[in-house]
Every structure is written in structure tokens, then in C-alpha cells.
């Protein structure tokens, strides 16, 4: 006989659980209302199994995270396998797990030997709105042509292959970086706002990414003036 027990945050998620239950002939009074990490509802309990799923869709920031997001690098956390399991040779360590969880919870800007692990930023910062640039059809002599009929009569009828596309970030003023960047390049373009789309996008590199400066020129000189010799060498004992 399976007898089932469980825990669930989402109320809706919760009631929907124990209506459930009752269908399957189940003691609702096993399904707890509450948060497992926080305070478990089932402390002491043993189960031959269990199943776990993170509460996604939950709105679980604090007031001093609300608007931010937090990066961390930890690539660099991390320690050889003793066995290999296929092409995975490296792992996190229990201390590893406890220094990222620490960067996490202090939730601030850290750097190790001038290396950022942990960044923090604004929402806005990674956002921005994709905006369309349409240029008008011109007949053969050149003269732009108009609309005829509907709503876009007497008004410029765009060329579908002028159509382009920019990325502007949210921080900052679309029609102040269309005057700047499109208008001096295409005065006759205009923005089509009613496709305009706002997206978000990551680029974890870049916000991670360390100058390293090149090797001397003269190490770099050195270095193809050995291979050249060596080249040289191997041509010559190939003719002789």
C-alpha cells in the first residue's frame, strides 16, 4: 500500500494537492502548507522516496534584491574527480558549495587577485528594446512613393528590403540613439513603434571578461623565427 506525503508553498498548488488526494483515497492530512527549506513540515519523518521540485514562478526576493541581479563566476570553484564519469573530469566540493553559497548570500561586488567572481546590477542594465528602421520605396526616378489607400495613405510606403532592425539598451532613449545612430547614415528612415519588442539578454563573458595583455613582440618574433628555421631546415633535408 502506498501511503504519500508531501509539503507545498503555492497555495493554489497546495489545494489542487490535497483535492487530489482525496480522489485517490490518501490522508490529506499528510500534504503541509509551508516552505520545506524553511520550515519542515515532515522534520524527522523516513520515506523509502522522495521527489523534490524547485518552486518555479514564485515571486521568494528580498526588498534589497528586488530590481537586481546578482552574477556569479565559479568557474574557477572546483576540484579534480577521482574517477572520471564520461568527459565530466572536475566537481564542486563541499567547501566550493559553501563559498558560492557565502557570495550569494552576501550579495555583493567581489573580486579575487583583481578577478570579478560576484557582480551585482540592475535589471535594466541587460535589457533593451529592439526597435524597426524603415526607409521608403523610391520609384524609378527616384522620388518616394506614397501610399494610395487606408490608413497609411499619402504616407511613405517602407521598402521591405531597407527594413533593418536596432538594439537599443533600456538605459537609454530610443528616439536620442535613433537621432545619433541612424539618422546621420539614413535621413529618410523613421521608427515603426507598433513593432518595437523589449527583450533581455545576459552576456556573462563580457561582464566577467580580464584584459590579458599580449606577449612582448620581441618573444612573439622569437618564437616564429624558430619556427621558420625549423621549416627551413626540413625543406632542405627534403632536397638534398
Known amino acids: ?8 508553498l503555492n497555495a493554489k498548488s497546495y489545494a489542487i494537492c490535497k483535492a487530489d488526494m482525496l480522489i485517490k483515497g490518501q490522508d490529506i492530512a499528510h500534504i503541509i502548507f509551508g516552505n520545506t527549506l524553511s520550515a519542515d513540515g515532515l522534520l524527522g519523518k523516513l520515506f523509502d522516496y522522495t521527489l523534490s521540485n524547485p518552486p518555479f514562478g514564485v515571486d521568494r526576493k528580498p526588498a534589497a534584491r528586488k530590481g537586481k541581479v546578482q552574477l556569479i563566476d565559479a568557474s574557477s570553484f572546483w576540484q579534480k574527480m577521482r574517477k572520471s564519469l564520461g568527459s565530466k573530469r572536475k566537481e564542486l566540493s563541499p567547501d566550493h558549495i559553501e563559498a558560492i553559497t557565502k557570495l550569494f548570500g552576501d550579495f555583493r561586488k567581489v573580486t579575487q587577485s583583481g578577478v570579478p567572481i560576484s557582480r551585482i546590477f540592475k535589471n535594466e542594465d541587460f535589457g533593451y528594446r529592439t526597435i524597426t528602421v524603415e526607409r521608403p520605396e523610391r520609384d524609378a526616378r527616384g ?15 517602407c521598402d521591405a528590403n531597407l527594413r533593418d532592425t536596432e538594439n537599443v539598451p533600456l538605459s537609454e532613449d530610443v528616439e536620442t540613439y535613433f537621432k545619433r545612430e541612424v539618422l546621420p547614415h539614413a535621413p529618410d528612415a523613421w521608427i515603426d513603434h507598433e513593432k518595437t519588442k523589449v527583450g533581455y539578454e545576459i552576456p556573462f563573458n563580457r561582464h566577467f571578461y580580464v584584459f590579458k595583455p599580449p606577449r612582448p613582440l620581441s618573444e612573439i618574433d622569437a618564437e616564429l623565427k624558430g619556427v621558420t628555421d625549423r621549416i627551413l631546415t626540413m625543406i632542405k633535408g627534403l632536397t638534398q
Request: aromatic share 8%.
Open 143 to 157: 522620388q518616394v512613393v506614397l501610399g494610395a489607400k487606408g490608413k497609411g495613405k499619402g504616407q511613405p510606403v
Open 1 to 8: 500500500w502506498l501511503v504519500m506525503y508531501g509539503q507545498e
